[in-house]
């Protein structure tokens, strides 16, 4: 009840530890990127004079201005008038029927008098009184043949002229066209009259207003008006330029007066910043580490990210000092190679992006609130390169061939860079961008050498750098097993093939497993005689007491533990050398002194644990057995291999071995199959040659 309940206060701790780590970030990157996002402004009044050039932070449309321009589009364009053929036939129709009415007037017997009465009930009301009576009386006065000339020349007239657009203020002139029409018609003078003002009240505006037409004419006119925009960097008032009107709302519009205050950039900077860092507080919230608290890991990721984003805060500021393209010497593989030794590929490469991103902001060369699309790529590749050249070379000694590669990368993207942008460069300065390449690539590599040990010895974290070195036959104890207790140091090595397939079998650290096997039995090298693997000859434990037989075989435990900690090596091989055999019975001297006495407890002859608390320290612990256990074989097989494997783990398991750590059944499964996979290829069936089988024949 005990472990529970620190159990669960260990993982509120680490959780804890987790916000606080994102809350103390995500601070970090608000106030560093602060200063590339507060809008400068300036004390600018209206009708005054500038002091200085200003130019626009921003790209942003003037919509007022585009307004203005589309109005004044619509403006220009003119209504839209549709011809209506129609009204011509129309008119025409009505000189014919006023004409076919005079004629049938003029064949009756009446007066004249009475003729223009019926002619004026006859015809419309505003076509009689449009002309006076004189000319009506002249009409009905006409002879046939003259009337018949005067309709037809009207008709024709009256069709020409209405064939033509006529709009309401072409109308005047289009009555004195049709006049002119009908100037040179051969009749009377007073029948001339009559027919021209006839012609005249015939004419009329044939186009109306479409008003559809027009708007969509207009709307088009204003589509066309492209949206007129105040460009980044873009001058929007010289020094010693007169403020006007527009510049002033040009001023306003992109935030640089101080009588404009605006929190939208810190709320937008505020959401981008927990953006980047919600994929690294995923990252850790999944992240479940074997041999360390998590904290510990979150600690040092806190500590390798603010090294590095200090780092790269500290070199933006060099722009202040009109240093342009400072972002080309920022060392920031530094950053990502740490975290590909310390942590892995997966986290080194989502932290290149944050990296990337921030400072494609930092090296903006002071226009805030802007990204630098040169300086994020570069940051971006230079980053991967470290990361990515360190995937399977996790030794000191090539962390400097990673700067030289990293070095490599930035020179060409430095230049593949410069020739998309067509700009003409000069040698020398091509020349001082691949030095700052260089010194970035070089500079990021001594870093992590130099920064590395501090952070592994910190943080007490092993890395696979360091477990790699370790592994180093030319390492002061690895030699001293070798040349102390050589059959001790075959066995060891034997047992780092066992351990390391068998650990990456079920997805636990094979490398781990691998190096602190090397070292698991360093407590021989005290008393290599008295071990079996070393022993030519007699046993010395043929001439002692069970008990102390017992008492040298355990103390080879407490004397690995005590020697690996003299020579301060890492903590978890300093475990798995302590747990290897937990809390196992030395079997064959229980059984001994249980013959030569009756009096004798199973708990005298059991090593003093602890039982293993890893998967790796499990798996060493079965396959020291297995090793040992296989070799006397006589004639191994792979049934017997099997049975002996499985066995021991059975036997482990009965003993409640393994009842501390993490490790299944079914990944005892995968274990067993993997040392009998291993196993077998070591104690393979062999060919027996003819000279051995004669030599054999003169033995027997």
């Not at 180093?472 to 066995?491: D, F, M, S, V």
């Amino acid at each position: 009840m005990k472990r529970i309940y620190s159990t669960i206060k260990n993982m509120k701790q680490a959780r804890f530890l987790l916000y606080t780590m994102f809350v103390l970030l995500a601070l970090l990157m608000f106030v560093f990127l602060y200063h590339h996002v507060k809008p400068e402004q300036y004390n600018i009044q209206l009708f005054g004079i500038s002091k200085e050039t200003i130019r626009s932070p921003i790209t942003i449309e003037d919509k007022e201005k585009t307004e203005k321009l589309r109005r004044e589009a619509a403006e220009r364009v003119e209504d839209v008038y549709t011809l209506k053929k129609e009204y011509a036939e129309n008119r025409v129709d009505l000189i014919s029927t006023v004409f076919t009415t005079i004629s049938e007037v003029q064949e009756e017997t009446d007066t004249h008098l009475e003729k223009l009465q019926k002619l004026k009930k006859k015809l419309p009301g505003d076509l009689y009184t449009h002309m006076p009576e004189t000319q009506w009386s002249s009409l009905l006065a006409a002879k046939p043949s003259d009337l018949q000339l005067a309709k037809e020349a009207t008709v024709t007239a009256v069709n020409t002229i209405m064939s033509e657009r006529i709009t309401p203020q072409d109308l005047d002139y289009a009555k004195m066209r049709v006049e002119d029409e009908l100037k040179y018609v051969i009749v009377k003078n007073e029948l001339k009259d009559a027919i021209v003002q006839l012609a005249k009240y015939a004419i009329i505006p044939n186009v109306i207003y479409d008003r559809a037409a027009t708007e969509e004419k207009r709307r088009q006119a204003m589509d066309e008006v492209k949206p007129v925009k105040i460009l980044q960097g873009q001058i929007i008032v010289e020094e010693g330029q007169f403020i006007s009107n527009e510049i002033y709302n040009q001023l306003k519009l992109v935030g640089l007066l101080e009588s404009e205050s605006t929190v939208q950039p810190f709320i937008g900077l505020g959401i981008f910043v927990i953006l980047l860092l919600t994929p690294i507080l995923y990252y850790f919230w999944r992240f479940k580490p074997e041999h360390h608290h998590r904290n510990v890991y979150l600690l040092l990721y806190t500590a390798i990210f603010v090294i590095t984003f200090i780092m790269m805060k500290l070199i933006s500021l060099l722009q202040e000092m009109d240093l342009t393209d400072v972002a080309y010497v920022v060392p920031v593989a530094v950053g990502t190679m740490l975290i590909r030794i310390l942590f892995n590929e997966q986290l080194a490469v989502v932290t290149s992006f944050v990296y990337a991103i921030c400072g494609s902001m930092m090296f903006n060369e002071g226009v805030t609130g802007t990204f630098s699309d040169s300086a994020g790529i570069y940051l971006l590749a230079s980053g991967l390169a470290g990361a990515i050249f360190l995937r399977e070379q996790l030794q000191k000694a090539k962390i400097l061939q990673a700067g030289l590669f990293v070095s490599l990368v930035n020179i060409a993207m430095i230049i593949a860079m410069l020739f998309m942008k067509n700009g003409h460069y000069s040698l020398m300065e091509i020349g001082i961008f691949v030095i700052m390449a260089v010194i970035s690539g070089i500079f990021a590599s001594v870093l992590t050498i130099g920064l590395l040990p501090f952070l592994e010895a910190g943080f007490g974290i092993l890395s696979s750098m360091k477990l790699i070195e370790l592994s180093n036959p030319n390492h002061p104890l690895l030699r001293k097993i070798l040349t102390e207790a050589p059959g001790t140091y075959h066995h060891s090595l034997m047992v780092a093939n066992l351990s390391e397939a068998a650990c990456e079998a079920i997805g636990a650290n094979g490398l781990l497993a691998r190096v602190a096997a090397y070292y698991h039995d360093i407590g021989k090298t005290k008393r290599p005689r008295y071990f079996i693997e070393n022993q030519i000859g007699d046993n010395p434990h043929d001439h002692l007491s069970p008990q102390l037989s017992k008492n040298i075989i355990i103390a080879h435990v407490t004397d690995g533990v005590a020697i690996l900690k003299k020579y301060k090596m890492p903590k978890e091989i300093i475990d798995i050398a302590e747990q290897h055999h937990g809390t196992a019975l030395l079997k064959y001297f229980y059984h001994k002194a249980k013959q030569q006495s009756d009096y004798v407890l199973e708990e005298e002859f059991r090593y003093p644990g602890p039982k293993p608390q890893t998967k790796e320290a499990a798996i060493i612990s079965i396959a020291d057995s297995v090793e040992a256990a296989v070799r006397s074989l006589s004639n191994p097989s792979q049934e017997k291999i099997e049975k002996v494997v499985r066995g021991i783990i059975a036997d482990r398991l009965q003993d409640n071995q393994f009842n501390e750590c993490n490790i299944t059944l079914k990944e005892l499964e995968l274990v067993a199959q993997s040392l009998c996979e291993t196993l077998n290829g070591v104690f393979h069936s062999r060919i027996e040659y003819p000279e051995i089988r004669k030599e054999k024949v003169k033995q027997a």
